[in-house]
């Protein structure tokens, strides 16, 4: 069997995403995600929500709140629709993230460096500019924008920016539209949640494109987390293993242009690109002191989720790379064909899996357990949601069970992991999983602004032990080095094989 890079033990966690899908899984209107599970899982990097319960979604006919001042300006139309989107974040901030209470001087002070990040970003400066006796005043702007009553004086220093930019020399591609992208982007960051994100339409569309199976890319599981997007695992016979690329892999230029300082997600973007075109990417690796070129020729991939096979001594091995929509089903007629074979035990590999959708992981967990509760969801006030275990019989309840974790297994994958190991149905072999153990409430913006991603609640295992920033420690660890791997060796599989095969 061969093996591939998501086992390895080190496999970044944070947000994991697929480099030809452009991240992954999102979109669609507000009451489609809603009605389509999306208020279930946010695939990926932005896994779990609740299936029901007291979540706002704006009115988009509602008017937002108007200055209480009567001599400053009414409402500017272009300007308020403009920054609708910032206000409805907000509003959804304000109802819905966990950590309550959402302070507006945060949000404030986070829009003014989502600006003037970007801005810098572009070269543009706005030291030096003096505005002129005719200039409109940030209260005037601000009544213009619509800004909502409460944070109206919290964003005054905001609108004193924005009325320098009438005054700046600013590149063709700044437009006011991706100025309050931005500005709504830092909005969001200036909770501090990694998992509470703005994502722009662009970067929504890539997601959504995940759910078909196929994608245009070079192909590789990525993070976008941290300085440079970095290769987590190229997937199997694609460009970008046969191109070499590593575990670690930091792409600091891509087609010459270096990527110091510029968002992960905006470098994924550059990586993209159609089948049958070519992107050089410049790879820093871990250990090699001068960076390297790789050029990669795209093209279109099919992602292997699950992979399922008779290992010898009569092993059934079965493999998912992720919790998406349906995997439940294909588990089930994966299963089907293993357990048709008689094996002597089964081994569920969940290494480099970074989660997915909740009903999934609820879905496959009860064909494995029969009776329970697979997790709960813990909110801001202490209420506890639980899910229980489906009531329809498991095709395998009693098969002995291994499952495989490492620093990769994150989110839905760690709730799959945490109900077998607190109901002692199986034994967990591997690394201290990644530990996300927080939901998200993805909800799309009015006027096809994107959408907002939102942290409401926490996971719990059965016996209510958190996992986020914890993760699942293993019944048996088991170090994989990168030495192993080169060398064809997997000591977590044998050790796995080894507890099943023990005395015969």
Known sequence: MEQNKNRLPWIIGGI???????????????????????????SVALDGGSDEGDFYFPDENAPTATPWNPSLPAPDPALSDLFDTVWTTRELLQENYLIQPVEDTQLAEGAITGLTTYLEEMDVSLEGITLPAD??????????????????????????????LAYATLPDEVTDVTLMRKANEGMVSGLGDPYTNYFDPDLSEQYTSSLAGEYEGIGAWVDVDGEFLTIVSPIRDTPAEEAGLQPGDAIIAVDGKDMTGVDPNVVLTQVLGPAGSKVLLT??????????????????????YIESEMLEGDIAYLHLQRFYDGA??????????????????????????????????????????????????????????????????????????????????ASAAEIFAGAIQDYGRGTIVGQTTFGKGVVQLPITLPDGEGLVSITIARWLTPNGITIH????????????????????IDPQLDQAIEILTAGE
């Not at 790879?283 to 099919?302: A, G, H, L, T």
């Open 16 to 42: 994991i995403v697929v480099l030809c899908l452009g991240i992954t899984a999102l979109g669609f209107g507000a009451h489609y995600l809603y009605q389509n599970y999306f208020q279930d899982g946010f």
């Open 135 to 164: 200039a409109p005043t940030a209260e005037e702007t601000a009544a213009r924008a619509n800004t909502p009553e409460p944070i109206f004086d919290t964003m005054l220093p905001f609108w004193e920016l924005w009325n320098k």
């Open 283 to 304: 790879i820093q690796r871990e250990n090699e002191e001068e960076p390297f070129d790789v050029e990669i020729v795209r093209k279109k991939i099919s992602i292997p």
């Open 328 to 409: 439940d089903q294909d588990i089930r007629a994966e299963l089907e064909g293993l357990l048709d074979q008689n094996p002597k035990g089964l081994i569920f590999d969940m290494r480099g899996d970074p989660g997915g959708y909740l009903h999934t992981a609820v879905n496959i967990t009860s064909e494995f357990i029969d009776d329970g509760v697979v997790l709960y969801e813990e909110f801001s006030d202490g209420s506890r949601k639980d899910y229980p275990v489906l009531t329809s019989k498991g095709m395998a309840l009693d098969i002995p069970l291994v499952v495989l974790v490492n620093e990769g297994t």
């Open 469 to 488: 920033e914890i993760g699942i420690e293993p019944d048996v660890v088991v170090e994989y080095t990168q030495e192993q791997y080169d060398a064809g």
